[in-house]
């Protein structure tokens, strides 16, 4: 009978008695831990949110500015002689005059309309008035004439964009102090500046052209634009989702109904799951590889880039679309399979429907998760400098683009801080399209969610 | 393009198929249709399969030859041609198999069968693809740079002019002190955000707390990346590092291991979430009812059952730290140095990836091939880690279902 | 054996280990629990039967505040342990489980070596000073949980190896390692086979000389077989509470009498 209980001698486990209404110093104690612990856990979430907030303020900080811009209103004389000397308003004789020639045009404009102001500003010279336009706006201007000859002659009232700089001192990236030690801006210019917004001529207001115009060059921050990027990442949304979607819906319906459980669908599976897993600079290197370089494919091109993507977000596509067929109970199976369905119809007719709105939230996300993505578009060229639209699907998928997170890449890789605004605008742009999608996936699930 | 005129033709002769398929099906089952063995839709949709593959094979294949050159471009309207051709005889035989004992609905399901096959092959391509790639390319790289002074060469000197010096340790090192510093900073948060959430907070609280940390991790790379350049980069700079005489650089070690284990934080709480969950609450029953606190119980119990999912995620985490790209791009450096000093610039393999293969690349110099071998060198350290973390979790998971 | 000469009148104030006043449970909108009064005695074995869902084993959690764990439970009334509110503001539930202890229906050891699911309880408690002291409280736990002579050479192996019927001993063992005066028991035999059972109930009429031990079951058989006293409760409703003998033999209810014939539950 060594299995009877030993007499209670020992001191060894006994308790002493006290009231449950004091917490003995013990309990006292192991309590304080236990809210040293909680704490740990609240302050984990805090710096979670903290990091999160911190984050979107300053990129909206940063980015908001973006979205206005400052404009100069200056009567501009188009003077004939030097924008058209043949007189006849030929435009492929017109285009011979160069940006240069409408940057005199401009200049001349410019120094008539502010000399006619009697503005008294010490140390003003010609070339700092001349200086406070933004390179781009000569050229903006010959587009215009040349769009239009019958300007030729006439003076128009024209909204100019103003040097980045300027732009700068009136969104307070730019002071009279840091313009002292700035060779690309003198304070006068500045002066100058503040003398004609106060006379209302230069103004400060919404920035259409930040979404509508392509990129520009290093010198001339105050025109660039995500207009290209937004098209080439919607060219490459595009070809994920005619790709990866149907690929991913397939092979998932493969897996989960129909194949047989031996080596090779293991095979399958496990290669999807550490697919998944792989970086994602890893599918650009293969993407240059073998689309580029093997099948000559062009560069920068949205529909390598789409082929790229599809191939990263395929994974996710299809862990997502193979959750939601699980989810499907096998009572709806074998109910359509009693009825004298074939086993494809059952799963086309009824359960791929049921699974329908999971398919959709898992493409959804896998396509934002595309969307943002962009270590793998800088080894297809998508970082080159790009200026002109693609052209309109399909043969635009082959044309050069942009996207919007290399835009940001490649506005970050510049050095005018003036960059740094737009890169920041760009995100906030980018940010509210993930959004978009995140709510949209949101709506379809509670929308459609069910529960077997 | 004379392809996509073939492939629109081919399309409309499908489409024509179809009707005629369907039609002809319902004149040869005469007045009763229910003696068809198929849904005349069936009979339809066979012919109008039979037409469109063939053409489309020929089609891609033609492709394909044109872009690896055994075609010259002239060749796409012969191709065009061919295609359509047999799809012109794919329409024939279509047409002429119907009758009303052909099983119509067998045949399109198996070639749909065959489809659905094709398409769960897709991924397995995309590994041989990438495999294929960076090994070929990586044997050009030895080739012509020795494998020793890469695997051991603690100097990465790229130089246009050749004689380039181009060592995987410094990149390694790097790397890997990166993302040991992310994970400083992602794993104690992660997991105690998730052990409070799952264990202590209330319906309200977490329903507002997780989706603020599922839209962290929602949040694209590059975000980030500008995050630690701009913000984070310039702060630890001149609050830390220039006051205590550690360096002057934004760019550190630092800035992008902070910046990433922000990153990670939804990513490690997420994983610890459904690891915490997946222990038995009869565990959770069992100690609270031997009297010890929920803190007790979570760390005695609960965390020593999770445990080797919990060591599954921080790998998953890992490899997730070690292929990341845009953080260190822009908040870690370009230099490549052996330094202890984490508010040091260091570099990365996946960033020294970019910079030798963005711009104009010559795919012979080893100054570029690098890249690859670099390429191989983090696919094959990011799949040991991700095999390994998941058989950790599998094993883990099958331990309580 | 059981000292058949203590007869129900012979039961003094001080023999009352629990007592329930009006005890109501509601889980959410649902009230589970209504209005029970019960009084429990010390080294006493206690049943608990009835019908599932009939609140039994609500009430067994409620006695050692394990509904604490569930957010939408709640609970109004008095439970008095040795004539202490356990539901005072003031008492700390982590201290009243030290002394209510309990055993679940499934048998849930924790993933650790046998030695350290039973010494877990001892040492959250602080109940050894020294190593010595709790290699004796654990010798002495698993030879009262009648296990110690199969699992003594494997101490170091884990708990989650032996078999259902050892699992559920040594989750006994871990119970009464914490040296508690009440043990809880829910259902303890529903996931064992039948000489596993024979074995825990054995156990269960040793324990009696050390504890009150309430237990809650499914079986009437096994009710009659090792408890002193029963309880029938029946939609939430404590309907009678006696003496085992009289509940089985002369129900007073005849809902009692229903459920004990089979004609309901």
Redesign the interface.
Known sequence: M?????P?T??????TKG??????S??RR??A??KR??A??????A???L??V??LT??IR?GASAFRQTYLSIPVTLDAEILDPQGNRDVAEMSRVLTLGYGRVLDAALDRSIGSLELNIPGLSEGDVDGIVSREASAQLRQRVLNDPELVGQTVELNVLVNGRIDGYFKGRVTMASAERDSNVSPQQLLLADALAERGLLVTRFNREFITNPDASDQRPEAAGIGVAIIGSVYMMLVVLFLAV???V??S???EE??PKNRITD??E??????A??????????G???FI?????PQSAPIVGGLVLT?MT??TI?IATRAALKAVPPSIRDAALGVGA?K?QSVFHHVLPLAMPGILTGTIIGL?QA?????PL??I?M?AFVREYPGGP??GLFDPASAL?VQ??NW?QRSDPAF?ER??GA?IV??IF?LCM?LLAVYLRRRFERRW | MPLSWALLASLALAAAGYMVGRSRAFASAGADSRTLHSRPTYHGMSVALLALIPALVIMVLGALARMTGLLSAEAGGVVGLLALGAAVIGLGIGVSRINAGFMARNAVEKIVLGFLIFCSTIAIATTLGIILSLVFETGNFFSQYDWRAFFFGTEFVPRFEGNSRLGVLPLLWGTLYISFIALLVAVPIGLFGAIYLSEYAGPRTRSLAKPVIEVLAGIPTIVYGLFALVTVGPMLRDAIAQPLGLGSSASSVMTAGLVMGIMLIPFVSSLSDDIINAVPQSLRDGALGLGSTPSETIKQVVLPAALPGIVGAVLLAASRAIGETMIVVLGAGAAATLSLNPFEAMTTITVKIVSQLTGDNDFSSPETLVAFALGLTLFVITLCLNIVALIIVRKYREQYE | MYDTTRTESAVSQQDIKISARNVQVYYGDKHALKDVNVDIQDKTVTAFIGPSGCGKSTFLRCINRMNDTIDIASVKGEIRLDGEDIYDRRVDPVQLRAKVGMVFQKPNPFPKSIYDNVAYGPRIHGLSRNKAELDEIVEKSLRGAALWNEVKDRLAEPGTGLSGGQQQRLCIARAVATAPEVLLMDEPCSALDPIATGQVEELIDQLREQFSVVIVTHSMQQAARVSQKTAFFHLGNLVEYGATDDIFTKPQDSRTEAYISGRIG
């Open positions: 060594t299995d009877m209980p030993l209670q020992g001191r060894a486990g006994a308790r009231s449950l209404l004091q917490a003995d013990r309990t192991r309590n831990a236990e612990f909680r740990y856990g609240v302050t984990a979430i710096i979670a949110i990091a999160l911190f984050l300053t990129i940063d149907p690929i991913g397939a092979a319906i493969y897996l129909f194949a095979i399958i496990v290669n999807i799951s550490n697919l897993a792989v970086p994602s600079i890893v599918f650009g290197i293969l240059l590889a073998v370089n093997f099948a000559g494919l191939l395929l994974p299809i074939s494809m934002a969307l943002g993505e962009t270590a800088l080894l060229g970082v399909p043969e997170p940001v890449y970050t740094v890169a920041s995100i980018l940010l993930l995140n």
